[in-house]
C-alpha cells in the first residue's frame, strides 16, 4: 500500500503564501504523475495543479500564474506553492498520486491514491 501525507496547510491573510508538501510512504514501485486537488464545502473536488514524471505540469484555470506544482521524483514528494492567496482559494487541499505496478514489461496495474487533505484557509 501507498500512502500520501500532505503538510504545510494553514490560516494566512489575503495576499499571502502558503507552500504545501505531499510525502508518498509504503510499498512504491512507480509513481507516475503527482497533483494537487482542492474541495471547498458543496463544491466538487477540482484540480489544483498536477505534474508528469518527466516534470511537465498544468493547473487549474483559476490559478493564473500564482501556483506552482514542483516533484522530487527520487524521494517521492510534491511540492504547491502558492502565492497571492485569495479568500476563494479557502478549501482543503488533497494530494494524489497515480502508483503504477509494472508486472510484465512495460504492462502495469495503476492505482489512483490520495492523501487526507490539509486545510488551508485564507481569511483577514
Known amino acids: 500500500q501507498v500512502q500520501l501525507v500532505e503538510s504545510g496547510g494553514g490560516l494566512v491573510q489575503p495576499g499571502g503564501s502558503l507552500t504545501l508538501s505531499c510525502a508518498a510512504s509504503g510499498k512504491i514501485f512507480s509513481i507516475n504523475s503527482m497533483g494537487w486537488y482542492r474541495q471547498s464545502p458543496g463544491m466538487q473536488r477540482e484540480l489544483v495543479a498536477r505534474?508528469?514524471?518527466?516534470?511537465?505540469?498544468n493547473y487549474g484555470d483559476f490559478v493564473k500564474g500564482r501556483f506552482t506544482i514542483s516533484r522530487d521524483t527520487a524521494n517521492n514528494m510534491a511540492y504547491l506553492q502558492m502565492n497571492n492567496l485569495k479568500p476563494e482559494d479557502t478549501a482543503v487541499y488533497f494530494c494524489?498520486?497515480?502508483?503504477?505496478?509494472?508486472?510484465?514489461?512495460?504492462?502495469?496495474?495503476?492505482?489512483?491514491?490520495w492523501g487526507q487533505g490539509t486545510q488551508v484557509t485564507v481569511s483577514a
Open positions: 494524489y498520486a497515480e502508483h503504477r505496478t509494472y508486472y510484465s514489461g512495460a504492462r502495469y496495474y495503476a492505482d489512483d491514491v
Open positions: 505534474i508528469s514524471i518527466g516534470a511537465s505540469a
